[in-house]
């Protein structure tokens, strides 16, 4: 069944979800089983992940929506907002409305299959230059419209890494993967997307 159908059908039946869904099989087999866990193993692109956040939240103008237009699709077709829709966006509209989260969490089987999704990311304390510097597009920043408070930000960043210098000594996954369950709703999570904001201005 494709997920656009699933989606639908789903959407009809909805109002029948009040409880859980029967299983045919032990609950205790059924809980303690790791296939209910949905591991994205690839959650995208941090710069991907907050042009798609700004444009999300209306802060980007029109200019910066098309200048930033690949990276913001990527992360909206990517894994991550990929499962959300399938879970999430009743109406198949390429949205995620509040409405739509809010009844998702009232559906106990939609509410646990958001629940049960790790993403693995890479840990910010695994310092690569690349990846920051990724962040410079997205932002505004270049060499001739320095921000200065982003370019402080860096270093400080920078000064903090200790991931590569402690991982093989202490059986830390040397690319510094994390599986971290349901906290990349929509992007960035949101107090680090505040914080950041409040930063640069």
């Known amino acids: 069944m494709s997920k656009k159908f699933e989606r639908l059908w789903l959407s009809r039946i909805q109002p029948q979800l009040h409880g859980y869904v029967i299983t ?32 999300a939240r209306g802060l980007l103008v029109d200019a910066d929506v098309e200048r930033l237009r690949p990276r913001i699709d990527r992360w909206d077709q990517g894994p991550v907002q990929s499962r959300l829709y399938d879970i999430i966006d009743s109406n198949c509209d390429g949205k995620l409305a509040a409405d739509e989260i809010q009844t998702a969490l009232g559906i106990p089987a939609k509410a646990q299959s958001i629940a049960q999704l790790a993403i693995e990311y890479e840990s910010e304390w695994h310092y690569r230059q690349a990846k920051w510097d990724d962040l410079d597009e997205v932002l505004g920043h270049t060499p001739s419209t320095p921000l200065l408070n982003w370019m402080a930000e860096k270093e400080r960043i920078r000064e ?8 093989g000594r202490v059986g ?25 904001l409040r930063y640069l201005n």
């Open 160 to 167: 903090l890494k200790w991931w590569s210098d402690v991982a």
């Open 24 to 55: 045919f099989i032990d609950i205790a087999e059924w809980l303690g089983n790791m296939k209910n866990i949905g591991i994205i193993n690839d959650c995208g692109h941090l710069a991907s992940s907050l042009a798609y956040n700004f444009n």
């Open 172 to 196: 830390l996954p040397e690319g510094a993967g994390l599986s971290l369950a349901s906290c990349w709703v929509g992007g960035l999570c949101q107090s680090r997307i505040n914080w950041l």
